[in-house]
């Protein structure tokens, strides 16, 4: 398994394991995807190039002592369902 950014080309299979995760239409998991920007997300492949799950990353920060520290915020992870139990999650 190997994590990189979601290409648009991916971006309809993508949307469809959200959908299938989240029980939501697929038409609406992609205009998610398009509204939160689609450099924020990741997808996670299998050894073979499918894709078995993803994730929006949120840039984010904390202030500690007085200064900003800059944090990643996740959001929308998904497996898909032959993807489950493999530690895809993880």
Do not use: C, Y
Request: glycine share 16%; net charge positive; aromatic share 8%.
């Amino acid at each position: 398994m190997h994590f990189e950014p979601l290409q648009k080309d991916q971006l309809s299979r993508i949307a469809e394991v959200i959908s299938d995760s989240f029980n939501t239409p697929q038409d609406k998991a992609e205009l998610w995807i398009q509204r939160s920007g689609v450099e924020h997300w990741r997808v996670v492949k299998g050894a073979s190039g499918e894709i078995l799950g993803g994730l929006l990353r949120i840039p984010m920060g904390q202030w500690f002592g007085g200064r900003p520290v800059s944090m990643t915020g996740l959001a929308g992870v998904a497996i898909s369902s032959f993807g489950r139990g493999q530690g895809v999650g993880q």
